[in-house]
């Protein structure tokens, strides 16, 4: 089997198990098929997460649904947080798919609907536009989160922002604009401020 393999698995190693190969996918799948499922939902505001235990193809993420499963993720969490939960209840799903094909019961459908694709998360995808609605903005922070970071650049120095949300209760602040609290950075989005808690330099140690 293979856990969350952003990549293809060619002939003749496809086809060598007697079962073929299984994968867990890291999203409800067609959406998202590719290397960052989590980030990319995250970043597209998507309220439902989940995993999937499929049969492997030639065709990337493209093979029949064993059983897909929703996990309750917070709408505060990061990706690294996401993967966290979707990491455990994966692990039980794929257990409970081995168990099935052990004993010739299990099934697998095709997958349904119009796929969307992630791909691989580079260093510009973590650039926070303060010109963007705050739920944009954060989205953007959560998906991101721990990589490849987010970042932003303020009076000429680039810094990775390491802990952010919504400020509660702030007046508003235009958009890229500084307001700085006993206890937050707060940065201006084209609907409210986004509160910082954690930075540093990029290319700092944390």
């Known amino acids: ?24 996918h890291f999203s409800l799948l067609p959406a998202w098929r590719g290397a960052a499922p989590v980030q990319r939902a995250l970043i597209a505001g998507d309220r439902e997460l989940g995993a999937s235990v499929f049969q492997l193809v030639a065709e990337l993420d493209a093979g029949d649904v064993f059983a897909m499963r929703s996990v309750d993720v917070p709408t505060t969490a990061t990706a690294g947080e996401a993967l966290e939960l979707l990491a455990v209840d994966g692990a039980d799903l794929t257990a409970d798919i081995v168990d099935a ?3 010739g019961t299990a099934v697998a459908v095709p997958q349904s609907g119009e796929p969307s694709f992630a791909a691989k998360l580079t260093h510009v995808d973590g650039l926070l536009d ?28 680039s810094l990775k922002v390491l802990e952010a949300a919504p400020a509660a209760d702030a007046e508003p602040l235009a958009p890229g604009h500084l307001r700085g609290t006993k ?8 609907s409210g401020p986004l509160a910082v808690t954690a930075c540093n330099r990029r290319g700092a140690a944390r």
């Open 1 to 24: 089997m293979i856990v969350a393999y952003g990549g293809l698995v060619r002939e003749p190693l496809l086809s060598a198990p007697a079962f073929g190969w299984i994968n867990l």
């Open 130 to 157: 303060w010109t963007q609605p705050l739920d944009a903005v954060f989205a953007r922070f959560r998906g991101v989160t721990p990589e490849p970071g987010a970042h932003t650049t303020v009076g000429g120095l």
């Open 101 to 103: 094909i052990a004993s």
């Open 183 to 190: 206890s937050e950075l707060q940065i201006g989005t084209a």
